[in-house]
């Protein structure tokens, strides 16, 4: 007589004891009673933890189960422990180099910034952003950083984890809760890990606390990584003075865009929360995915457990509503970085003969990404990579060109003048038909100024704003 828990046509004793019954989720939960086979998640020896038996009616000792799993962590809030997370990413950057930095180091960064804010004055009307400097090393990177990426991470955690137990059909979920309960825990202690391998592997990477487009310390602190821009320089053939202030003009740039943009930084955490939301759980999916990744892990192995924890085991396939908030993500960061591109380079035309040279490097640089980059993309499924810098630096050049400085820093008023991908794929047609403001008196500029930011103009173009007449 078949008496397999994992098996749906089972007519054991223990028929109906299984929450799980007729469920996805049936063979990955039978293998909980610590059966191998094609009813377990570990073949030979069942559920990877050690000692398990089963407890009645086929499923685990729950005492036994609870008290494996809180083996594995301590008690958190959240949807994962940030504790452990930053202990591994510390760990992580620990592993390189990683030197305290010198008073030197913060001296030459602090100048570096100070002059690069004062060349930025001519070609953007964005006043500095700028309120204090700092030289961090790796380590330092990370702990000022956490706040941010909690903010960033903490909903895409949230949602994976709720979603896996939402798959579940209600009457398992009710049999099921102090399991699901503690699996949830368990969930966000190895996304902890996963999370922090990638912020320590990131803390090798980061030129500077805008590096990845998006301020991660509070407001007008602007920062670099002197450790790391020794490290990019190697090679380019550029003086290392050169090398500091190019990168410190990238950065005060973006702090000055950051700081006199005040709904820049929720429209980019928003799209991060739009991916969250729109993570989608294909229960049969999932059960293949974690039996497939599960088997045969001897959790007593901790380099068997390490290369689960870095194989993305919770990297999910995007559903059309994450693709869409990526695809938004994607546009607002190259158009962030085209417009630092686009400041930076005429700060330096007529000052800093290497400016091409390394330009055209952190173009290529941030195009295509680094090891952490990818290594973060992989664990966390978000991609902080402006695919489209090229594009969108042409687009704010054409516009500058045409209209003036004021009216290419003016489209930065509203999130519904931003150029789209349409925009992106004709950068110089974005506003084609704008008049430069040479041919124009002041009272006709200020005009066509108010026209671009108020809403649709005499073009035609639907900036989103919504202000037809004909709709009152």
């Known amino acids: 007589m078949s008496n397999d828990p994992g098996n749906p046509s089972s007519d054991g004793p223990d028929e109906g004891q299984n929450p799980f019954k007729g469920t996805p989720f049936e063979h990955l939960f039978g293998g909980l009673g610590g059966l191998g086979g094609a009813g377990g998640l570990g073949g030979p020896g069942g559920f990877p933890f050690p000692?398990?038996?089963?407890?009645?009616?086929?499923?685990?000792?729950?005492?036994?189960?609870?008290?494996?799993?809180?083996?594995?962590?301590?008690?958190?809030d959240g949807p994962l422990n940030w504790d452990v997370a930053l202990d591994v990413a510390r760990k992580s950057a620990a592993q390189g180099s990683d030197p305290s930095i010198t008073q030197r180091q913060k001296d030459a960064?602090?100048?570096?910034?100070?002059?690069?804010?004062?060349?930025?004055?001519?070609?953007?009307?964005?006043?500095?952003?700028?309120?204090?400097?700092?030289?961090?090393?790796?380590?330092?990177?990370?702990?000022?950083?956490?706040?941010?990426w909690k903010v960033l991470i903490e909903p895409i955690a949230a949602s994976s984890v709720q979603a896996m137990g939402s798959a579940l059909p209600e009457e398992a979920k009710a049999q099921a809760g102090p399991i699901l309960g503690m699996?949830?825990?368990?969930?966000?202690?190895?996304?902890?890990?996963?999370?922090?391998?990638?912020?320590?592997?990131?803390?090798?990477?980061?030129?500077?606390?805008?590096?990845?487009?998006?301020?991660?310390?509070?407001?007008?602190?602007?920062?670099?990584?002197?450790?790391?821009?020794?490290?990019?320089?190697?090679?380019?053939?550029?003086?290392?003075?050169?090398?500091?202030?190019?990168?410190?003009?990238?950065?005060?740039?973006?702090?000055?865009?950051?700081?006199?943009?005040?709904?820049?930084?929720?429209h980019v955490i928003a799209a991060v929360r739009d991916y969250a939301g729109g993570i989608e759980i294909d229960a049969e999916q999932i059960q293949s995915r974690l039996e497939e990744q599960l088997r045969g892990v001897d959790p007593s192995n901790p380099e068997a457990m390490q290369e689960l924890l870095q194989g993305g085991l919770f990297d999910m396939p995007k559903s059309p509503r994450q693709e869409a908030a990526l695809s938004r993500l994607e546009v607002v960061l190259a158009l962030v970085e085209g417009w630092v591109d686009e400041v930076v380079a005429q700060a330096t035309t007529t000052r800093m003969p290497t400016a091409g040279k390394l330009q055209e490097a952190f173009r290529r640089r941030r195009a295509a990404g680094g090891p952490a980059e990818d290594t973060f993309a992989a664990l966390v499924g978000l991609e902080m990579r402006p695919r489209r810098l090229r594009d969108a630096s042409t687009l704010w050049g054409s516009l500058r060109s045409r209209q003036g400085i004021e009216a290419r820093d003016g489209v930065w008023m509203h999130p519904d003048l931003l150029p789209t991908a349409a925009d992106l794929d004709d950068p110089l047609g974005f506003r084609e038909d704008a008049t430069a403001p040479a041919e124009l008196s002041e009272t006709d500029f200020d005009a066509e100024l108010r026209k671009l930011l108020d809403g649709p103009g005499t073009d035609g173009e639907d900036t989103g704003s919504g202000s037809d007449p004909s709709a009152t």
């Open 109 to 148: 960064v602090a100048d570096s910034l100070r002059l690069a804010d004062h060349w930025l004055d001519e070609t953007t009307s964005f006043p500095s952003g700028v309120q204090t400097t700092a030289a961090w090393s790796r380590a330092e990177w990370i702990l000022a950083t956490a706040d941010v």
């Open 183 to 266: 699996m949830g825990k368990a969930i966000g202690a190895m996304l902890a890990q996963q999370v922090g391998s990638a912020l320590g592997a990131l803390a090798g990477e980061v030129l500077s606390v805008s590096d990845i487009g998006v301020p991660l310390a509070p407001a007008g602190r602007a920062a670099l990584l002197p450790t790391n821009v020794a490290a990019f320089a190697e090679g380019l053939d550029v003086g290392a003075d050169d090398v500091l202030l190019y990168l410190s003009l990238r950065e005060a740039a973006h702090q000055r865009l950051f700081a006199h943009v005040p709904w820049l930084r929720e």
């Open 51 to 76: 000692g398990m038996t089963p407890g009645q009616g086929g499923m685990p000792d729950l005492n036994q189960l609870f008290g494996q799993i809180q083996a594995m962590m301590q008690p958190y």
